[in-house]
């Protein structure tokens, strides 16, 4: 490690992390779909960071928005409004599927899911929320008891009122088939009576393995939850802007949610910025009743002017149907992947947002890692194939058994056959490991 390195390991916290296992990288510079470190190696960005770089880095015309807005004024209360903000509002309100009409600002995903999990409450009068095992949806006392993966466990009992549903994974669920997860839910409903707020799931799922549902899944949610009284959320914070190939993972299904927290690509990542945005009713509820939420910084006007040239960039260059079309090459190619190495037991995705989940027997579908083996600090396959990855100049996410694929959307297919090379060479080196 260089100095820079070491003085970051040694003042600043690593996120998810065994401190003592920190060895950060530092970065100098990144353009386009590359990001190189200080000893002047590039890697090619396959992750678009953490699923959030959509523009890729350096956009210039971004650059140029919040200079703009930065010479104008930087700061404001929320209190007051700004050209920026109020287009923003408008804008969101047009792009999100059905009568989704109004927004809340916060800093980032975490804060626009812990907003959805109250408006929900206060907006039925009741308490508690199905959330799903096979999900993340952020690191607040709430949201965590939200998540259903492993970084839950060291803060449970975070909130009371959450229960979790079985999930959408086809290649794995014991129920047979994903659709008779949807039967259970029906029935958990029934079994709590008249008092859950709201369903809340990824549409599409990210960090916990990309998990894309059967076309017939989210609209049935949908009509359980209604039937039950019950509100759906969509946590759309990675699935979100593009990044499936629609400007939403809902609209793959033409599914209007009555809650929907966006962030991450709304700026694509270059300033923080979230918003949790509601239906016509919800709305409406709160003009007589106190809406209790608020942030010093909601609505920043930098991150609103950020977010509103992003939106523009992704309609002027037509990002989304080029998501779409990138992402059937990009699929078709894992699927060729898959056909050579044994060790990837499925590949899965939709649009720029894509999966590799490992396998050491494709036969029993053992992983190689134990589950949870992140917070539990033990040995990991997948950290050393994204470790070899990044060697070999590709940078890619892993979480649970799974090679996150989700490359910035400006991405060109010879950048997408780059990046294919360095997931080759890593799965060369898993299959050696391969029962
Ligand atoms: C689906 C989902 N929801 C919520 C969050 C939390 O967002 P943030 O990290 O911006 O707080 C994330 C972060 O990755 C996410 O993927």
Redesign the pocket.
């Known amino acids: 490690m260089n100095e820079i390195e070491q003085m970051d390991q040694q003042y600043v916290f690593g996120t998810w992390s065994f401190q003592k296992n920190v060895h950060p990288k530092q970065i100098v510079a990144a353009e386009g779909v590359y990001f190189t470190d200080a000893e002047g190696r590039r890697y090619l960005d396959f992750s678009s960071q ?2 959030c770089s959509q523009l890729g880095h350096k956009n210039e015309r971004l650059n140029r928005a919040i200079q703009a807005q930065a010479s104008k004024f930087a700061y404001i209360a929320p209190g007051f409004t700004c050209e920026a903000r109020a287009k923003l509002g408008k804008k969101l309100a047009e792009i999100t599927p059905g009568d989704l009409c109004k927004t809340f600002f916060s800093p ?6 812990e907003a959805a999990l109250m408006i929900a409450r206060w907006f039925t009068g009741k308490q508690k929320i199905i959330s799903r095992y096979r ?5 607040t006392c709430g ?1 965590i008891a939200l998540t259903g993966d492993p970084r839950r466990w060291a803060t449970e009992p975070a909130i009371p009122g959450i229960l979790k549903a079985p999930d959408p994974y086809e290649y794995r669920t014991v129920f047979g088939s994903v659709m008779k997860t949807l039967d259970y839910i029906d029935e958990m409903l029934t079994l709590e009576g008249d008092t859950v707020a709201a369903v809340i799931v ?1 549409p599409v799922v ?2 916990n393995g990309i998990l894309v549902p059967p076309p017939e899944y989210l609209p049935e949610l949908l009509r359980i939850c209604h039937k039950h009284g019950a509100l759906l959320i969509a ?5 979100g802007f593009g990044r499936c190939g629609e400007w939403f993972a809902c609209d793959l299904w033409e599914v209007v949610p009555d809650i929907m ?1 966006v ?2 690509g709304i700026t694509a990542a270059y300033l ?1 910025l ?1 918003g949790t945005i509601v239906n016509e009713e919800i709305a409406a509820h709160f003009n007589d009743n106190f809406f209790n939420l608020g942030h010093t910084y909601s609505g920043h006007p930098m991150t609103v002017a950020a977010a509103l040239e992003t939106i523009q960039i992704y309609e002027d260059e037509q990002l989304i149907p080029a998501a779409k079309r990138k992402g059937n090459y990009l699929l078709d190619k894992l699927r060729q992947l898959q056909a050579r190495h044994p060790c990837v037991g499925e590949v899965r995705g939709v649009g720029l947002f894509c999966g590799v989940e490992l396998v050491k027997d494709r036969k029993t579908k053992e992983p190689f890692d134990e589950y949870g083996v992140k917070v539990k600090g033990g040995p990991s396959v997948l950290a050393q194939a994204t470790g070899k990855a990044l060697a070999g100049g590709v940078y890619m996410v892993g979480m649970i058994n799974t090679l996150i694929i989700a490359p910035p959307l400006i991405i060109s297919e010879a950048q997408i056959d780059e990046g294919l090379r360095g997931l080759d060479q890593a799965l060369s080196w898993v299959d050696t490991l391969v029962d």
């Not at 980032?108 to 899911?113: K, L, V, Y």
């Not at 999900?135 to 690191?139: A, E, F, I, R, V």
């Not at 946590?235 to 699935?239: A, G, Q």
Request: charged share 20%; no cysteine.
């Open positions: 953490l699923m980032g995903g975490t804060e626009a899911i999900s993340y949806h952020g690191s949201s990824e990210g960090s946590d759309e914070v990675m699935s927290a962030a991450k923080p979230a």
